[in-house]
């Protein structure tokens, strides 16, 4: 796929001059949600609205590697059972810390927005990603969510179902992020909207294989001694170049504000 800025042909800054349209933005930013832009995992963080705050063993060994979805789903009907309603998951989702610096990066982001298009991919739940959101006041700065489908039925029991299928072998049943990536920037270029670069933030090993698509101009930026670092570093030094992004780790969320701020001094 071409981005403006890559091969011969007027610079991007120019694209859309003379269009009645706004200038598309110039850059993706993706996140993925939980031990990224929130400090925990929400699925574990929900447990706390449980009776004692903390499930019976019988539910926690049916976990299979793989089918985490399938687990949540159990999970929840567990706790549905024991009278959690949706107030309660709303109140956990809400106080939820943000990551550190993520405060710093969502700023940044409010006062760059015409420059990025941001999105959000995770393998938590709608529901839980819009309480959280909202209650930080930057719902608004996501173009789209793409998460797994949750509600809550007649019963009020909190319901969850798979985000889709898919044929990856390396990420659970339920979602493959490079998929949904992959589909989007397909997606948005038959809108004709093509970005010069993609940013991906990140944090485990479903957000590794996404990140595996990036090219030379992107940049990944994964949570520092969090899975998708640790593979990133394995990918490289079993194959050298064989994961072409740049990679800045971070500990704090203000790092990829900096780095972005540094990268819009710089020409395209």
């Given amino acids: 796929m071409r981005r403006c800025c890559e091969g011969v042909g007027l610079p991007c800054l120019f694209k859309g001059v003379g269009m009645a ?3 598309p933005p110039r850059f993706l930013l993706v996140f993925d949600f939980d031990e990224t832009i929130i400090n925990e995992n929400s699925d574990d963080s929900i447990v706390r609205a449980a009776p004692g705050q903390a499930l019976p063993e019988q539910i926690r060994q049916t976990f299979r590697e793989g089918f985490y979805n399938e687990y949540m789903q159990r999970v929840l009907a567990y706790m ?3 009278g959690v309603k949706m107030g309660d998951f709303k109140t956990v989702y809400e106080n939820i810390p943000l990551s550190p ?3 710093d990066l969502f700023q940044f982001l409010s006062k760059n927005h015409e420059l990025f298009e941001i999105i959000l991919i995770s393998d938590a739940n709608m ?3 819009e309480c959280s959101l909202r209650a930080a006041g930057f ?3 996501f173009r789209k969510i793409f998460s797994n489908p949750s509600s809550f039925d007649k019963r009020g029991y909190f319901t969850l179902g798979p985000y889709h299928s898919h044929k990856c072998l390396d990420c659970p ?3 493959c992020k490079r998929k949904i990536l992959t589909e989007y920037l397909t997606e948005r270029a038959q809108e004709e909207v093509e970005f010069e670069r993609v940013f991906y933030v990140g944090d485990g090993a479903n957000d590794f294989c996404p990140s595996v698509t990036l ?3 992107d940049v990944a ?7 998708m670092h640790r593979m990133t570093q394995e990918m490289e030094k079993k194959q050298p170049g064989a994961f072409q992004a740049a990679v800045v780790p971070w500990e704090s969320a203000a790092e990829v504000a900096r780095h972005l701020q540094e990268l819009l001094k710089k020409k395209c």
Wanted: glycine share 14%; proline share 14%.
């Fill in 221 to 227: 930026f994964p949570r520092k001694g969090y899975p």
């Fill in 139 to 141: 719902y608004s700065l």
């Fill in 80 to 82: 549905g059972d024991q």
């Fill in 127 to 129: 529901f839980g990603i």
């Fill in 173 to 175: 049943a339920n979602m």
């Fill in 215 to 217: 090219t030379s101009a």
């Fill in 101 to 103: 610096g993520m405060p």
């Fill in 21 to 23: 349209s706004p200038r």
